[in-house]
């Protein structure tokens, strides 16, 4: 099932074109002690029937976890589910029999497929890890789980393909026809992001200043469109977001 926006959806029905905000502050936020979380789309005990989800996109949270604390094992089924290291270290093991530690600028893809369990563990006695995860629903259930991880750490500036169904230019393979881009820029830069007819992004803002097609977007903002032709990006130095190309 694909789920998305309704202010979106609204506008989408009359082919309108546009750019919405969702702000910083108005997302979901909870505190668990050694989890501090914001939940861009309803999550847990986090529920909003505006933003469930846009398209295949299922899940952004932002995540801090204390140090030496983490998430116990847990199942997941039919779901590809994506993590970015902002800051420090999770140590990872699953049933799959993978074991390993994802450091600051490396992404860590699971297909959960027909089912998998893991443990997601900060290793660090004294520091905090800082992460986005992120899920997207896959092609179709049933699949094998499957495990990827790879550092994006050397990339500086502007646009890299990080994600895709075909695994192209090095990316980590998704099922699902969805493209997933790293933005870094160490020094500010104005370029384009051409978009096809019937495609939907959304722009999740990590840290840093930008400016989409004419909207401002601070830290922790993120914004979506339908049937762009061409989004404009204008980004200050010290900028860093994912741009979400979906179906």
Known sequence: MRTICLLLAATALHGGE??????SEDRGHA??????????FSFA?????HFMGFRTLRVINQDIIAAAKGFDTHPHKDMEILTYIIDGTIAHKD??????QIQKGEFQLMSAG???????????KNKQTHLLQIWIQPEKKGLTPEYQQKSFAEHKQGLKLVVSPDGKEGSLKIHQDARIYLGRFDKAE??????GSNRHVWVQLIHGSLNLNGESLKTGDGAFASYQKELIVEAEGGTEFLLFDLN
Do not use: C
């Open 18 to 23: 546009m750019i919405s905000v969702r702000k």
């Open 31 to 40: 505190e668990h002690g050694w989890l501090t979380t914001n939940h861009t």
């Open 45 to 49: 005990d986090y529920y909003d029937p």
């Open 95 to 100: 049933t799959m029999g993978n074991e390993s």
């Open 114 to 124: 027909k089912g998998v369990q893991h443990s997601e563990f900060n290793p660090s």
């Open 190 to 195: 104005k370029m384009s992001y051409a978009t």
